[in-house]
Nanobody, 128 residues
Framework: QVKLLESGGGSVQAGRALRLSCAAS????????VAWSRQTPGMERQGIAV????????YIDDSVRGRFTIARDTAENTVYLQMNSLQPEDTAMYYC?????????????????????WGQGTQVTVSS
């Protein structure tokens, strides 16, 4: 059974950076799609970053492009979300998810419904 554990969230001031980690247990990512999504109360979950483990290709949503990046540490079986220049609007619960797919077409790439296994989330709070 795949278990995902997110960590690295916290409270920071605007302009600072955080790095979130998504560690997988019981599974080694070799041919999957891994994504980071975020959700605020009352809003739908939004996909923001995608990593194709088979190719190393990444995609970043327009809403965070230029500030956020996604990367993998193969030895640690961990996917990271580096978040720079954080803003109060980045405040959300951040989730890691994985799909049993090698890639998704553009319309499905960021859609939370495309992903099967999810972590419990890690809270990020950015104050002005």
């Amino acid at each position: 059974q795949v278990k995902l554990l997110e960590s690295g969230g916290g409270s920071v001031q605007a302009g600072r950076a955080l790095r979130l980690s998504c560690a997988a247990s019981g599974y080694t990512w070799t041919r999957n799609v891994v994504a980071w999504s975020r959700q605020t109360p009352g809003m739908e979950r939004q996909g923001i970053a995608v990593f194709y483990t088979a190719s190393g290709v990444t995609y970043i949503d327009d809403s965070v492009r230029g500030r956020f990046t996604i990367a993998r540490d193969t030895a640690e079986n961990t996917v990271y979300l580096q978040m720079n220049s954080l803003q109060p609007e980045d405040t959300a619960m951040y989730y890691c998810a994985v799909a049993d797919a090698v890639f998704f077409p553009g319309s499905q790439r960021f859609a939370p419904a495309s992903y099967k296994d999810w972590g419990q989330g890690t809270q990020v709070t950015v104050s002005s």
